[in-house]
């Protein structure tokens, strides 16, 4: 498919992609739709609804569109998600709270790649499930799986990923509240803990502005900083697997990663006007929602089925570890 756009010219390349690209565009309004109907996730919907209509991946007339709404859309959304943040975000959170969030997603990829070994996964799962749980979610699965090399199994390990990290994040944001408030935080420490261990955005600012909105603010701030990991993580792996591939001699930083970037700095210097600025946020989201419709699509339920219970199993522990350790150090560093 890829060859064929780009041998073509530009009327006949929207021909080929439009069949494809309006369907996924349709069914990601449908997602944002029950979104909003029924307060859950909006890409849960879009991949569910995606997975649904699988057989739609064996029509020539809409396979092309699918295919570029799976990356090429999906890229664009993930190098927008820089416009969410800015250095002064990451600056004001204070070093020591910055080594905690910077901490917790580290200890939980690791932990990821442990627990990936320990049953049977290879280290790209540990990567996907790890990154996801520890830093942005669903967003984070999409970003991860552009970089990480392509396999057989790659579309259903992350069509997975989302399905489990969003799910989870969702109880995380009913329970989370209930825990801090168990253990007897303040809001400004319960908005810590907040934004720095459950996976999506969404989740996050529900859950804090559930409890005050200095819980909310503060776990705003603390998530966007998780966000702003992502950069990082993603400049390592590229490098780490451009390293093993160096006899192809086209390691080169993918574009959106540059892009991605880009979108952080010129937020970060104030270089776009706020009308402008909710209309890229905006396309971000819905590129990324039209991506997952695209990667449901894609994915059979029998692939999704095959992933097992060890894989449910490692994303599970992943998500109790990581409140563990940051409920735990927060208790330490707050109790006289």
Same mark, same amino acid.
């Given at each position: 498919?890829?060859?064929? @756009?780009?041998?073509?010219?530009?009327?006949?390349? @929207?021909?080929?992609?439009?069949?494809?690209?309006?369907?996924?565009?349709?069914?990601?309004?449908?997602?944002?739709?029950?979104?909003?109907? &029924?307060?859950?996730?909006? *890409?849960?919907?879009?991949?569910?609804?995606?997975?649904?209509?699988?057989?739609?991946?064996?029509?020539?007339?809409?396979?092309?569109?699918?295919?570029?709404?799976?990356?090429?859309?999906?890229?664009?959304?993930?190098?927008?998600?820089?416009?969410?943040?800015?250095?002064?975000?990451?600056?004001?959170?204070?070093?020591?709270?910055?080594?905690? #969030?910077?901490?917790?997603?580290?200890?939980?990829?690791?932990?990821? @790649?442990?627990?990936? &070994?320990?049953?049977?996964?290879?280290?790209?799962?540990?990567?996907?499930?790890?990154?996801?749980?520890?830093?942005?979610?669903?967003?984070?699965?999409?970003?991860?799986?552009?970089?990480?090399?392509?396999?057989?199994?790659?579309?259903?390990?992350?069509?997975?990923?989302? #399905?489990?990290?969003?799910?989870?994040?969702? !109880?995380? *944001?009913?329970? &989370?509240?209930?825990?801090?408030?168990?253990?007897?935080?303040?809001?400004?420490?319960?908005?810590?803990?907040?934004?720095?261990?459950?996976?999506? !955005?969404?989740?996050?600012?529900?859950?804090?502005?559930?409890?005050?909105?200095?819980?909310?603010?503060?776990?705003?701030?603390?998530?966007?900083?998780? #966000?702003?990991?992502?950069?990082?993580?993603?400049?390592?792996?590229?490098?780490?697997?451009?390293?093993?591939?160096?006899?192809?001699?086209?390691?080169?930083?993918?574009?959106?990663?540059?892009?991605?970037?880009?979108?952080?700095? #010129?937020?970060?210097?104030?270089?776009?006007?706020?009308?402008?600025?909710?209309?890229?946020?905006?396309?971000?989201?819905?590129?990324? @929602?039209?991506?997952?419709?695209?990667?449901?699509?894609?994915?059979?339920?029998?692939?999704?089925?095959?992933?097992?219970?060890?894989?449910?199993?490692?994303?599970?522990?992943?998500? !109790?570890?990581?409140?563990?350790?940051?409920?735990?150090?927060?208790?330490?560093?707050?109790?006289?």
């Amino acid at each position: 498919m890829d060859l064929a @756009v780009k041998n073509s010219n530009v009327p006949e390349t @929207v021909s080929l992609l439009w069949p494809g690209l309006i369907m996924c565009a349709i069914i990601a309004v449908a997602a944002r739709f029950l979104s909003d109907h &029924y307060q859950a996730p909006t *890409m849960l919907f879009a991949l569910l609804l995606g997975l649904s209509l699988h057989h739609l991946s064996e029509d020539h007339k809409t396979l092309p569109g699918v295919e570029f709404s799976s990356s090429v859309l999906l890229k664009c959304g993930v190098a927008l998600l820089g416009l969410r943040l800015t250095f002064a975000d990451i600056t004001s959170l204070g070093l020591e709270i910055t080594a905690l #969030v910077f901490l917790g997603v580290f200890l939980t990829i690791a932990a990821g @790649v442990l627990l990936s &070994y320990s049953v049977g996964r290879k280290l790209k799962f540990g990567i996907l499930t790890g990154g996801s749980v520890g830093i942005c979610g669903a967003s984070a699965a999409l970003a991860i799986s552009s970089v990480l090399p392509k396999t057989e199994n790659s579309e259903r390990d992350t069509a997975f990923t989302i #399905v489990a990290v969003t799910t989870l994040s969702t !109880v995380s *944001m009913v329970l &989370y509240p209930i825990i801090a408030d168990k253990i007897g935080f303040d809001h400004n420490i319960t908005g810590i803990l907040l934004g720095a261990t459950i996976h999506d !955005v969404a989740q996050v600012v529900g859950a804090g502005f559930s409890v005050s909105e200095q819980s909310g603010n503060t776990a705003t701030v603390i998530k966007l900083f998780r #966000v702003s990991l992502l950069l990082p993580i993603l400049l390592l792996l590229t490098v780490f697997y451009h390293s093993e591939k160096k006899a192809s001699g086209a390691a080169n930083m993918p574009w959106f990663i540059v892009g991605f970037a880009a979108a952080t700095t #010129v937020n970060s210097l104030g270089w776009v006007p706020s009308g402008i600025h909710q209309v890229l946020s905006s396309l971000s989201s819905w590129l990324l @929602v039209i991506g997952i419709v695209a990667i449901g699509i894609k994915t059979s339920l029998k692939s999704l089925k095959d992933v097992g219970g060890t894989a449910l199993l490692v994303v599970t522990v992943e998500t !109790v570890f990581l409140l563990i350790f940051i409920s735990l150090v927060l208790h330490i560093i707050t109790t006289p």
